[in-house]
């Protein structure tokens, strides 16, 4: 550094220069003459610094000077916070702001245009079309020092286009749920989110989307919405009805009964309460949650009874079934012995005879009774048989009567006459009422042979 002095009049007490730097005095540093004084320093670092000087002539007047002077090796700090590079924006102005630092200042330019700077920070608007853009932002200190920010941003103000496939709006269904199924794409940018009724869809393809959504009964409002890099936002809402069918149910008669009318009265609930029921094209009538349909023809042999409630409003169906078996035919039923006009000398007789139930099949002891003259008969594999039947005195008539479990009757009638025998005839003496076990056995042409003994089976 160089400081310059003089004194026109007595000259300068060389003696009394005196330089300090940053308060330090480095005159021992200088070299020092009648008009100047030259001192090395070396570098400098970066900041403010100052000069002090006095000097004296020969009188012993001092003259005094400073100086403050800033060393500045660093370009301008250059930070730009909006927006981020290969942003996607959806407004068309574009606000570009930062921060920027120099020890002596400096100035900010963005696309070529001046920045408004305040207390380090900067901003300004660029308005630009829709599209891709690329521009810098420039700080530039007081010695000329340049640095630079390069950036590049897309402008896309369109909102995504929504495209519902599934389901169709408007659409009714009894399912309680319903997979919504569509398409959502940008204009500029691509989609980053589609949500069906509040929940993240699943997409796939960049621009497909499905979602499972619960539905309530009635009227349900469901919101699509689709959001893209830039910001925009989309939404379109479908309707879709839910109607479940009604729930209907038969009490009586229970599934499997066996009538023998050919109507029948069919109660049963329903809800919602007040659903209009039918039964085999049988309206019913409606009491709230119960109805009833009275005179429900039943066809002969197995018939199945169908309850329907339906719906008016949605004209959904709900149904439920029991099968019914109608027995409208008597049973049949003959009697084999004693034979008609036979003469018999007790005072009681077996009745022995065949009973069939031609609709329901094989009669059993549980599906038809049998009686003689009111005594019960066993009933196995289609035969009868009543014991200890009592006779009068002379004749008598006999009437097997059977029941099946339909409460149809059928009848039989035998004369017997009770007396003393005519002419040559049989009596029993002993025996009756004996029982044998019956095995199995295979004879020689290896088909069975039921026998109480193999010797008999050949």
Known sequence: ?????????????????????????????????????????????????????????????????????????????????????????????????????????????????????????????????????????????????????????????????????????????????VT????????????????????????????????????????????????????????????????????????????????SAATVDVTGTVAPAGTPVTVAGVAAAVDGESWLAVGVPVGEGMTILTALATDAAGGLTGAASVSLARDATPPRIAIELPIDGARVGAAAVSVAGLVNDLVAGSATGTDATVTVAGVPAQVRNRSFLAEGVPLAPGENLLEAVAVDAGGNVGRATVRVVRGAPEGPHLAAVGGDGQSAGVRLFWNRQKTACFQWDRAICR
Request: glycine fraction near 8%.
């Open 1 to 177: 550094m160089k400081v310059s002095y003089f004194d026109e009049e007595t000259g300068v007490d060389l003696a009394s220069v005196r330089v300090l730097f940053d308060g330090a005095d480095v005159t021992a540093g200088c070299t020092v003459n009648n008009r100047t004084a030259w001192c090395q320093q070396g570098e400098l670092a970066s900041g403010l610094h100052r000069i002090d000087v006095s000097v004296a002539d020969r009188h012993a007047n001092v003259a005094t000077a400073e100086h403050a002077f800033r060393v500045d090796l660093q370009p301008p700090a250059l930070t730009v916070t909006e927006p981020a590079n290969d942003a996607y924006l959806n407004s068309n102005e574009v606000v570009v702001a930062g921060t920027v630092s120099d020890d002596v200042g400096a100035s900010v330019r963005v696309s070529g245009e001046p920045a408004t700077v305040v207390d380090g920070a900067f901003s300004h608007t660029l308005t630009l079309e829709e599209g891709g853009y690329g521009f810098s932002v420039s700080a530039t200190d007081g010695l000329g020092r340049s640095v630079y920010v390069h950036l590049r941003v897309t402008v896309d103000t369109a909102p995504p286009v929504i495209e519902v496939r599934e389901p169709r709006a408007g659409a009714i269904t009894n399912r309680a749920t």
């Open 180 to 259: 919504v199924e569509g398409t959502a794409s940008g204009h500029g940018s691509d989609i980053v989110s589609v949500r069906v009724a509040g929940t993240e869809a699943t997409r796939k393809y960049l621009t497909r989307f499905t979602a499972e959504v619960a539905l309530a009964e009635g009227v349900n409002q469901i919101l699509v919405t689709a959001t893209d890099e830039a910001g925009n936002v989309a939404s379109e809402t479908i309707e879709i009805t839910r109607l479940s069918p009604p729930k209907v149910s038969i009490t009586s008669p229970i599934s499997g009964s066996l009538v």
